[in-house]
């Protein structure tokens, strides 16, 4: 994990609703890097997927979502406020969404950090394109 | 007929090409009122004439009229396959939605990548949060315009795609990860399990089905949202 300076983080309920707006703050953060839109739009369904495995828990009343990035990288990190205990890394990462996460970013992880909630982070770096 | 046999002889072909153009005007008008303007409806069954006037064979027993008639139907369609979407989006997001689509086809195609948003929002001479709320409109809006029929009823948007590789079977293991894969249409399970499971790029699997990557990037989208609302059914 390179752990990136966070550029934005937003709060919102735990709710599917609720995911959308993660989306669209995610994808307006790739536009503001001058990401190419089939990069921006992968990044937008690895938050999806991400938010989805953590509301799956079904015991989180919000989640956290924070933005790192530096010239070449984001850095993207959805956190639950769930209790669920032991968070279950082994049927996470052998996952659905887990299995499209990999394909859309270069690396997926799952944290659980002392006293916080369950996490699932990806890094997706620009791609080199000739401009 | 005289004509015919004189091509590939240009002013042959301008004169049937002539002739003809009524044919491509009358198509253009009856694919017209979808959301595309009438101008670039034309244009396209123009170019689905030329290339009627440039394959016919005479020899084949088949009126010019007949042939040329499916080849035009083709190209709309066609046309309607790479920038077909649904009429429900609101009348203002709708517009610059074509406005931003056009856009990105034509600038995918001339930069061989996908555009950022800045450039499209130079390109369209719109602000980049239009642009952002256009492709957000876009991804979300496609499906029901790619199930719907496209001309005639005889064949779906999406009949057309799948028709680049009828023979594809996905394996069973992999089908066990997400169950309602099963329950999703059967190109649509294609293009994911050629990008999740196989590790496709993008561009590898637009070659391999014959449609843009634009495309590529939307089907994959949507066919992830179709599944997600399918699994939560069960």
């Known amino acids: 994990m390179t752990n990136l300076p966070t550029a934005v983080s937003v709060d919102v309920p735990a ?56 010239v070449d990288t984001m850095e993207v990190t959805l956190t639950s406020d769930g209790r669920s205990d032991p968070w279950p890394t082994d049927r996470v990462t052998t996952s659905w969404p887990w299995l499209v996460m990999k394909g859309l970013t270069d690396e997926v992880r799952a944290d659980r950090a002392e006293g916080a909630g369950p996490s699932i982070g990806f890094t997706k770096g620009r791609e080199r394109v000739d401009r | 007929m005289e004509l015919f046999r004189r091509l590939p002889d240009p002013a042959a ?134 199930d719907a029929p496209v001309g005639d009823a005889s ?11 009828p023979s594809f079977q996905v394996s069973e293991d992999w089908l066990s990860l997400a169950p309602a894969l099963r329950d999703l249409p059967e190109r649509e399970r294609t293009i994911l399990y050629l990008r999740f499971f196989e590790g496709r790029t993008q561009t590898e699997i637009a070659g391999e089905l014959g449609i843009s990557q634009m495309h590529v990037s939307r089907l994959v989208s949507q066919s992830l949202e179709k599944l997600r609302r399918l699994a939560e059914e069960v």
């Open chain 2, 155 to 165: 064949t779906t948007a999406a009949e057309s795609i799948g028709s680049a590789d």
């Open chain 2, 13 to 146: 072909r301008e004169a049937l090409a002539t002739e003809f153009l009524a044919l491509a005007e009358y198509f253009a008008r009856r694919f017209s009122g979808r959301g595309e303007p009438v101008d670039d409806l034309t244009q396209t069954a123009s170019l689905g004439l030329l290339n009627a006037i440039d394959r016919f064979d005479p020899e084949r027993g088949v009126p010019f009229s007949t042939y040329a008639a499916a080849t035009i139907v083709g190209e709309l369609k066609r046309h309607f396959r790479d920038r077909g979407w649904a009429l429900r989006v609101p009348r203002n997001v709708q517009e610059t939605a074509i406005l931003v689509n056009r856009t990105v086809s034509t600038m995918w195609q001339d930069l061989g990548r996908a555009p950022t948003v800045a450039e499209i929002a130079r390109a369209a001479d719109i602000g980049e949060d239009d642009v952002l709320q256009a492709l957000d409109a876009l991804q979300a809006y496609t499906t029901d315009s790619l």
């Open chain 1, 15 to 70: 709710t599917a609703v609720f995911v959308q707006v993660l989306r669209n703050v995610v994808a307006g953060v790739a536009a503001r890097l001058d990401l190419p839109i089939d990069q921006i739009e992968d990044i937008r369904l690895a938050v999806t997927e991400a938010a989805s495995l953590l509301l799956e828990q079904g015991d989180a009343t919000s989640l956290h979502m924070s933005i790192g990035r530096d």
